[in-house]
């Protein structure tokens, strides 16, 4: 059975870092597009950055770019999102998502889904 499971979730302070990741079980995680999203209380849940397995494109929400980082391991067959210089807006329950293909088409939609990490940045 295809499985997503994040981890690396917790409470920071405001411009701490935490660093999570998606690890796959029973496929390669390497052949697809693997996206990661965000869902805040009472928000809807939103894309924060993507990772094309066709050309190792990444892309992202225009508000983490320059502060949030997502990456492959390809011999642990796991994504990670190196979260930096972390914001109080950055909390939310965050997931990630197997795309379908190998690109970051828009709106990045998975066929599967882990099953979350939360992240909380407060002093």
């Known amino acids: 059975q295809l499985q997503l499971v994040e981890s690396g979730g917790g409470s920071v302070q405001p411009g701490g870092s935490l660093r999570l990741s998606c690890t796959a079980s029973?496929?390669?995680?390497?052949?697809?597009?693997v996206a990661w999203f965000r869902q805040a209380p009472g928000k809807e849940r939103e894309g924060v950055a993507c990772?094309?397995?066709?050309?190792?494109?990444?892309y992202y929400k225009s508000t983490v770019r320059d502060r949030f980082r997502i990456s492959r391991d390809y011999a642990k067959n796991m994504v990670i999102l190196q979260m930096n210089s972390l914001k109080p807006e950055d909390t939310a329950s965050y997931y990630c998502?197997?795309?379908?293909?190998?690109?970051?088409?828009?709106?990045?939609?998975?066929?599967?889904w882990g099953q979350g990490t939360q992240v909380i940045i407060s002093s």
């Open positions: 029973n496929f390669n995680l390497a052949e697809y597009a």
């Open positions: 990772f094309a397995s066709f050309d190792n494109a990444t």
């Open positions: 998502g197997k795309l379908s293909g190998s690109m970051c088409w828009p709106p990045w939609s998975p066929d599967s």
